[in-house]
T-cell receptor
Framework: DSGVTQTPKHLITATGQRVTLRCSPRSGDLSVYWYQQSLDQGLQFLIQ???????AKGNILERFSAQQFPDLHSELNLSSLELGDSALYFCASSVARLAGINEQFFGPGTRLTVL | GIQVEQSPPDLILQEGANSTLRCNFSDSVNNLQWFHQNPWGQLINLFYIPSGTKQNGRLSATTVATERYSLLYISSSQTTDSGVYFCAVWNQGGKLIFGQGTELSVKP
């Protein structure tokens, strides 16, 4: 158990809908990262937050957004869902502001299926 | 951007065999991690290894940052070692970049 929690574990929804994925980092970790794992794209970095502020952006679509709350949990919002958004979404956390300084620990993931 | 290449892409072993997985990266990196993704999809941290050698039980890893590669050694493999092994590096922008993985299958 990494100490990072994600809910829900599985999510099945229809095209055009909107969903919210939730992540709680390890105790003491200030940085939260979101990743998408799909069969064709592999594991891709989406976005990073540090202590409530966005710090780095990767290949995140405009239909996706995220935020980190004062209690440090984070939510990833996916809207106008398409079939191609079906994937495993991971959250990770680390202590430091810069991802290169500390090890990242991953949650169990949320498997999203868009029908 | 930085490229991360892992080899081999697939590996089939008999239980008890040893193996070496390789990770090459195209540019200077701040750090490197190895992960095991088990058949249930969980990403498990194996090593956080910017340079040098580390060992944990039957697994060990070596990173030679100046030559831009890292190796993961698995000795006396077990069926529970099956899954996908990922190498991931941080680029200068602080983003974690993953390789495509090595899929390992250990047969009893």
């Amino acid at each position: 158990d990494s100490g990072v929690t994600q809910t829900p574990k599985h999510l099945i929804t229809a095209t055009g809908q909107r969903v919210t994925l939730r992540c709680s980092p390890r105790s003491g970790d200030l940085s939260v990262y979101w990743y998408q794992q799909s069969l064709d794209q592999g594991l891709q970095f989406l976005i990073q937050y540090y202590n409530g502020e966005e710090r780095a952006k990767g290949n995140i679509l405009e239909r996706f957004s995220a935020q980190q709350f004062p209690d440090l949990h984070s939510e990833l919002n996916l809207s106008s869902l398409e079939l191609g958004d079906s994937a495993l979404y991971f959250c990770a956390s680390s202590v430091a502001r810069l991802a290169g300084i500390n090890e990242q620990f991953f949650g169990p993931g949320t498997r999203l299926t868009v029908l | 951007g930085i490229q991360v290449e892992q080899s081999p892409p697939d590996l089939i072993l008999q239980e008890g065999a040893n193996s070496t997985l390789r990770c090459n990266f195209s540019d200077s990196v701040n750090n490197l991690q190895w992960f095991h993704q088990n058949p249930w999809g969980q990403l498990i941290n194996l090593f956080y290894i910017p340079s040098g050698t580390k060992q944990n039980g039957r697994l060990s890893a070596t990173t030679v940052a100046t030559e831009r590669y890292s190796l993961l050694y698995i000795s006396s493999s077990q069926t529970t070692d099956s899954g996908v092994y990922f190498c991931a590096v941080w680029n200068q922008g602080g983003k974690l970049i993953f390789g495509q993985g090595t899929e390992l299958s250990v047969k009893p």
